[in-house]
């Protein structure tokens, strides 16, 4: 138990030097730590990345788990938005003489009613008979 505690006062030893270190001594611990020449970037950066390096080193790092589930997440493309400019999924709600009309953005235009119409304002004309400003009528303009 001693040594536990031991490591953590040498750790905490460690991270609180950093916070007075210079930056010429900021660059010199990266190249002890990284084993490469340090990036060029200002105090906060290196204080922060040194003392995750400084932990890492003692405790270990991102399990190879979440590693290839971040890695996953990261090459997983961004939803595009459709030419509404609305991302997909994306529900509209509005109750409408006593009825709740739900319109769903798709990646080819809005759908109501199994309908598929090319704006936000055709669904919201499907469903009043009127003209409307179809972010208006849904009330997210």
């Known amino acids: 138990m001693a040594k536990a505690t031991q490591i953590k006062n040498n750790i905490r030893v460690e991270l609180a030097r950093l916070q007075v270190m210079e930056l010429d001594e900021l660059r010199t611990k990266w190249r002890e730590l990284y084993?490469?020449?340090?990036?060029?970037?200002?105090k906060v950066f290196f204080r922060r990345q040194l003392a995750f390096r400084i932990q890492e080193l003692q405790y270990g790092g991102i399990s190879e788990s979440a590693q290839?589930?971040?890695?996953?997440?990261?090459?997983?493309?961004?939803?595009?938005?459709?030419?509404?400019?609305?991302?997909?999924?994306?529900r509209f709600e509005r109750n409408w003489k006593g009825k709740v009309c739900v319109v769903v953005a798709t990646a080819d235009g809005f759908e109501y009613n199994g309908q598929t119409y090319k704006s936000l304002s055709g669904a919201a004309f499907a469903i009043t008979g009127t003209q409307w400003n179809g972010k208006k009528f849904f009330g997210v303009k």
């Open 68 to 90: 290839t589930a971040l890695t996953e997440i990261g090459n997983t493309p961004k939803p595009r938005k459709n030419a509404g400019g609305i991302l997909p999924g994306t």
């Open 35 to 42: 084993g490469k020449e340090p990036p060029d970037c200002g």
